[in-house]
């Protein structure tokens, strides 16, 4: 964004902002850009001043759902914004980590092997998650953004888009199933060799306290993953698991339906089988997000790949919690 301000620079009154849309922005409805541009003004202010027609693109009214296009001049109105809070530091140990968890890198995407127990983004009684993170230690960033997400305790490869224009292209990715993402998963007891897919639709639901829970439903949203075998423990089978749709919890709750819950999971796992694994050493979720293959976008240059294909390994706790369990 390239910003114009009117007024007098000396004076701390809010002013008309002139901004001029750039590709970082391009894509994005407007109202989603008003709520990160102006942080610290209510939601129901920034509607208001849309419904009114105090912001202007290129002179002319537009509609919360108007989305941003490269060299859109952006009229916003003088808005007193609330202080905002100084960005949460990042602990040196998360930096190192996170540094030495990158996969892979250029000027459109990074993809992290995301450690257990970091949230993606902060919300819900976190402050801080990969994000937020990301974006302190790269304050000189002009766009960062998640592509995709995992739960907290799922570990492994997560996608963020260095340039909008990127981000358009991983989400349609997503939608059309074109990219391959594969998890493994140690699941209780032997998982049935002709058990290939799990065609179950998936209805969410919220609890009182707030929790979410999926479970099987003929009202829900087609879910479809595909299971294979890996290794077989006694006790417990290791799985790499397809999901072809992206449904909240998707892998936990089919692995569920199919007898075989997740090891270390709390909310649809086994609880005797859990608490049995967790003596033997289990202390987590056992779920990690190992591989992902991405179409990307067309390039001039004629030895550009048609895919990317990124590795995540498991990490030290979960490797050797499998080399110590007993093959069939």
Same mark, same amino acid.
């Given at each position: 964004?390239?910003?114009?301000?009117?007024?007098?620079?000396?004076?701390?009154?809010?002013?008309?902002?002139?901004?001029?849309?750039?590709?970082?922005?391009?894509?994005?409805?407007?109202?989603?850009?008003?709520?990160?541009?102006?942080?610290?003004?209510?939601?129901?202010?920034?509607?208001?001043?849309?419904?009114?027609?105090?912001?202007?693109?290129?002179?002319?009214?537009?509609?919360?759902?108007?989305?941003?296009?490269?060299?859109?001049?952006?009229?916003?109105?003088?808005?007193?914004?609330?202080?905002?809070?100084?960005?949460?530091?990042?602990?040196?140990?998360?930096?190192?980590?996170?540094?030495?968890?990158?996969?892979?890198?250029?000027?459109?995407?990074?993809?992290?092997?995301?450690?257990?127990?970091?949230?993606?983004?902060?919300?819900?009684?976190?402050?801080?998650? +990969?994000? $937020?993170? &990301? @974006?302190?230690?790269?304050?000189?960033? #002009?766009? /960062?953004? *998640? =592509?995709?997400?995992?739960?907290?305790?799922?570990?492994?490869?997560?996608?963020?888009?260095?340039?909008?224009?990127?981000?358009?292209? +991983?989400? $349609?990715? &997503? @939608?059309?199933?074109?990219?391959?993402? #594969?998890? /493994?998963? *140690? =699941?209780?007891?032997?998982?049935?060799?002709?058990?290939?897919?799990?065609?179950?639709?998936?209805?969410?639901?919220?609890?009182?306290?707030?929790?979410?829970?999926?479970?099987?439903?003929?009202?829900?949203?087609?879910?479809?993953?595909?299971?294979?075998?890996?290794?077989?423990?006694?006790?417990?089978?290791?799985?790499?698991?397809?999901?072809?749709?992206?449904?909240?919890?998707?892998?936990?709750?089919?692995?569920?339906?199919?007898?075989?819950?997740?090891?270390?999971?709390?909310?649809?796992?086994?609880?005797?089988?859990?608490?049995?694994?967790?003596?033997?050493?289990?202390?987590?979720?056992?779920?990690?997000?190992?591989?992902?293959?991405?179409?990307?976008?067309?390039?001039?240059?004629?030895?550009?790949?048609?895919?990317?294909?990124?590795?995540?390994?498991?990490?030290?706790?979960?490797?050797?919690?499998?080399?110590?369990?007993?093959?069939?």
């Amino acid at each position: 964004m390239t910003d114009y301000s009117a007024g007098n620079t000396g004076d701390k009154r809010p002013v008309v902002t002139f901004l001029e849309v750039t590709d970082a922005h391009a894509g994005q409805r407007i109202d989603n850009f008003l709520l990160r541009h102006l942080k610290g003004v209510p939601k129901s202010r920034i509607y208001r001043i849309l419904r009114k027609g105090e912001v202007r693109v290129n002179k002319s009214r537009v509609k919360a759902e108007y989305r941003l296009c490269d060299g859109d001049l952006l009229r916003i109105p003088p808005v007193r914004i609330s202080d905002a809070k100084p960005a949460e530091s990042v602990s040196v140990s998360l930096s190192r980590l996170l540094s030495n968890s990158i996969l892979y890198e250029d000027d459109r995407l990074l993809i992290i092997n995301k450690p257990s127990g970091l949230a993606v983004h902060g919300g819900s009684g976190i402050s801080q998650g +990969l994000i $937020e993170a &990301l @974006r302190v230690l790269r304050p000189e960033a #002009r766009f /960062l953004e *998640l =592509v995709h997400r995992l739960d907290r305790d799922t570990s492994g490869c997560v996608m963020i888009a260095k340039k909008r224009s990127m981000l358009r292209h +991983l989400h $349609e990715q &997503l @939608r059309s199933g074109k990219i391959d993402k #594969r998890y /493994l998963a *140690l =699941v209780s007891g032997r998982w049935p060799q002709k058990r290939r897919v799990v065609n179950e639709p998936l209805l969410k639901n919220s609890l009182q306290s707030g929790e979410r829970m999926v479970n099987v439903a003929p009202e829900g949203k087609k879910s479809i993953t595909e299971f294979s075998v890996v290794e077989r423990y006694a006790q417990a089978t290791l799985v790499e698991a397809k999901p072809i749709t992206g449904r909240t919890h998707q892998i936990r709750v089919h692995a569920q339906y199919a007898g075989c819950p997740l090891l270390g999971d709390d909310k649809y796992g086994n609880p005797a089988a859990c608490r049995d694994f967790k003596k033997r050493g289990l202390r987590r979720l056992f779920l990690h997000a190992a591989s992902l293959k991405v179409p990307l976008p067309p390039s001039d240059l004629a030895d550009a790949p048609e895919f990317l294909m990124v590795r995540a390994d498991l990490d030290a706790e979960l490797s050797g919690f499998l080399a110590g369990l007993a093959r069939e």
